[in-house]
């Protein structure tokens, strides 16, 4: 966290933003970012996303540039994460290397569960749901999508996935651009 809160306040200064103009192009009160670059609050990824879009740089610039190249992700190397307020897990399936365009993981929404609210960010989003069914609603439209099925829309616009059932849903995500 430490590293990110300086590349934050590293890049605000590099092109000349107050925090009060940082505020204005994300939507976070200068006293949140304000914590975040001190070090004092923690920032969820969606949020982090949301500066480096309002910064004009990738997200990875603010984490530690890979050191060697890892192509194959073996089974067991494989962690499950969650992002802070979700209780959707998350694998990471993508191999670590400079300049790489798409993230893969592996979701898994819980019985009954919203993916946290309608979001949009640049790229491209492909699903392929593996069990279960995950319902997502893109720009106010929603699109039930069963075991065996996938779907692939822009990210640009409003989306929100949410599992309808009872019991857990996985699907394989490959997304633009990399989040991690």
């Known amino acids: 966290m430490q590293e990110v809160s300086k590349k934050i306040r590293e ?19 200068i006293s949140f970012l304000s914590q975040v670059e001190r070090e004092t609050s923690s920032i969820a990824i969606t949020s982090l996303k949301k500066i480096a879009d309002s910064l004009h740089v990738p997200i990875t610039t603010f984490f530690k540039a890979y050191d060697n190249e890892h192509f194959l992700v073996n089974k067991e190397d494989q ?57 997502v609603t893109i720009d106010g439209d929603d699109y039930t999508v069963y075991a065996g099925d996938s779907i692939h829309y822009p990210s640009g616009k409003p989306h929100l996935w949410t599992n309808p059932l009872e ?14």
């Open 11 to 29: 890049i605000r200064k590099e092109r000349g933003l107050t925090l009060k103009e940082l505020s204005e192009r994300t939507g976070f009160s």
């Open 167 to 180: 019991e857990k849903t996985r699907f394989l995500c490959i997304l633009t651009p990399v989040i991690l």
């Open 79 to 135: 962690k499950s994460f969650l992002i802070e307020g979700s209780s959707t897990e998350y694998i990471r399936l993508s191999g670590t290397f400079q300049d790489r365009a798409l993230e893969s993981l592996m979701v898994t929404l819980q019985p009954e569960e919203k993916h946290g609210h309608l979001f949009s960010h640049q790229g491209e989003e492909f699903l392929y749901v593996l069990e279960g069914a995950v319902v």
